[in-house]
């Protein structure tokens, strides 16, 4: 796979070491049991795979292109790169700026705009409508596009629905930039709409069946749906497609859904004529985050604390699953460890700030799961990992630990 030039300072000299030794014992990844790092006091399991994937390492190598190749020219980020406050906030520094903000409120007019202008399209993608806008002030999209390949691989997913004349039922937030963007695309290409969870497939599966009215189907889809959506016409033959960081066993529950729904209202024998078997469109590294959090979930830790963008959907998802199991503490950075005793925090399923006090519990050793989203840099998870560590003078050197990992995982060529 391709390697790309991201700044060191997004690297760790823990976090990156102990993914590099991963790597060569584990090459394929297969194994997505966590790695421990044994302080003596204190214990962290750390993720077999986590951090910066493919689409985001993509798009910083291009953004920083494009300020170091531009200098002298105004450089703007269509909206926040990726869901991450330190790489959009180091952008900001070098000069760039936000056109619009991630609900697609205009920050900057594009009247502002001239086609001597660059413009930096995010990792989520845009819809064809702000690409059309652009082109028709001569700004060149295409050259400072940093869409994730796996996002334009769905985009092509809807694409060929539309061909064969399926209805597109896209699993995903609405409001969330890569949402949007598909939609664009999807609803130029067929009748689209957009289901946001199990709940929402369960509401249009029983309008399917007839089983709920017409005015009970706008309540929970007004706005969510594409132009001239007939939906007692445009539900008889459909496929499913998703935001890429959406949880997959979700995705595949409302894929089996549709599916069953389908089945029973066409039997099994005409099925084919009503429903696409369309392949998971998640991408892998959202495959790989969550596989290597449930694999994290079989340590019988103390605590997890997940580091990332708050807005970010795919390391929600992954809090969202920790917080099945344990107390579990999603953090944006180091500085949200206030000391030993007291951790500021967001909880996502309220969208609220949260401090709580006696988070570390009084037990020897204390067993740490520790992870964070793909738009999260490894230097972050670092930060959280040296914070904690500096309230337990006693444990071991980092060094230390990690050449015991060194021994262990030669051990296991």
């Not at 390492?57 to 909206?79: C, D, T």
């Not at 845009?126 to 596009?145: H, P, Q």
């Not at 809090?319 to 951790?343: D, G, H, M, N």
Request: with cysteine.
């Amino acid at each position: 796979m391709k390697s790309f030039n991201i700044p060191e300072f997004y690297k760790s000299p823990v976090i990156s070491r102990v993914k590099e030794i991963r790597k060569i014992t584990d090459p394929r990844k297969k194994d997505f049991s966590p790695t421990l790092l044994d302080f003596g006091p204190i214990r962290f399991y750390i993720a077999r795979h986590f951090g910066f994937c493919y689409g985001v390492e993509n798009a910083i190598e291009i953004a920083y292109k494009a300020i170091e190749e531009n200098s002298g020219k105004r450089i703007f980020l269509l909206s926040q790169m990726i869901h991450n406050q330190d790489v959009n906030k180091d952008l900001l520094q070098l000069g760039a700026k936000f056109l619009m903000d991630t609900s697609g409120n205009q920050i900057i007019p594009f009247t502002e705009l001239n086609k001597d202008d660059i413009v930096i399209i995010p990792a989520f993608g845009t819809t064809l409508k702000i690409e059309e806008a652009l082109n028709k002030i001569g700004i060149e999209v295409r050259k400072y596009d940093t869409t994730c390949p796996f996002v334009d691989r769905v985009w092509k997913k809807a694409e060929k629905l539309g061909e064969d004349n399926y209805t597109i039922i896209i699993h995903g937030k609405d409001k969330h930039e890569e949402t949007r963007a598909t939609f664009s695309r999807s609803e130029k290409n067929a009748p689209s709409i957009i289901v946001k969870d199990i709940h929402e497939s369960r509401v249009l599966g029983e309008f399917i069946l007839s089983n709920i009215s017409i005015d009970e189907f706008e309540t929970v889809f007004k706005g969510k749906y594409s132009d001239n959506f007939d939906p007692k016409e445009h539900l008889i033959k459909v496929g499913i497609i998703n935001q890429t960081t959406m949880l997959a066993t979700e995705t595949q529950e409302i894929v089996d859904y549709f599916k069953a729904i389908m089945i029973q209202k066409y039997t099994a024998a005409d099925l084919k004529n009503h429903f696409a078997d369309t392949r998971d469109t998640l991408c892998y590294a959202t495959n790989e985050n969550q596989d290597s959090t449930y694999g994290l979930l079989e340590k019988d830790a103390d605590l997890a604390i997940v580091v990332g963008g708050y807005n970010s959907s795919n390391t929600s998802h992954i809090v969202e699953l920790c917080e099945l199991k344990l107390p579990t503490y999603f953090i944006s950075s180091a500085e949200e460890i206030v000391s030993e005793s007291r951790i500021k925090h967001f909880h996502f399923s309220d969208q609220k700030h949260l401090v709580t006090d006696n988070y570390l519990p009084i037990k020897a050793p204390i067993d740490i799961i520790l992870t964070s989203g793909a738009s999260c840099p490894d230097s972050l998870v670092d930060a959280v990992l040296q914070k904690i560590l500096s309230f337990y003078p006693d444990a071991k050197k980092v060094n230390e630990v990690i050449k015991e990992i060194e021994t262990f995982q030669k051990h296991q060529l």
